[in-house]
């Protein structure tokens, strides 16, 4: 049973801007916290936004905070990542994730999500 399916991603120039959508199953989506992961070739993957649509908590990495923002379509069970300003250093895979618990607080980590979209590629040219 497919619990997340992430897309939106694609190329654009420097300074431009994309909208990521994560579709969560009913399920997770009540008690979950959604994480939107990044992954460059040769780089860690990192966290980037997190969000508990059930509280509306955000939580951002530094360095897209105020350039990233983090939303939700509680009709359509979406999580969406908007990205503006965006920069070389933003291409990646953008993946979904989600972990179940209470909060995203203590879900920073990769092994606290259990559940993952299949990615949608960020490309950004200089």
């Known amino acids: 049973q497919v619990q997340l399916v992430d897309f939106g991603g694609g190329s654009v120039e420097a300074g431009g801007s994309l909208r990521l959508s994560c579709v969560v199953s009913?399920?997770?989506?009540?008690?979950?916290?959604i994480g939107w992961f990044r992954q460059a070739p040769g780089k860690e993957r990192e966290v980037v936004a997190r969000?508990?649509?059930?509280?509306?908590?955000?939580i951002y990495l530094p360095s897209v905070n105020g350039r990233f923002t983090v939303s939700q379509d509680n009709a359509k069970n979406t999580v969406y990542l908007q990205m503006k300003r965006l920069e070389p250093a933003d291409t990646s895979m953008y993946i979904c994730?989600?972990?179940?618990?209470?909060?995203?607080?203590?879900?920073?980590?990769?092994?606290?999500?259990?559940?993952w979209g299949q990615g949608t590629q960020v490309t950004v040219s200089s």
């Open positions: 994730a989600a972990s179940e618990g209470t909060g995203c607080s203590g879900a920073q980590a990769e092994a606290d999500y259990r559940y």
């Open positions: 009913r399920t997770l989506y009540r008690t979950a916290c």
């Open positions: 969000r508990y649509p059930s509280t509306y908590q955000s």
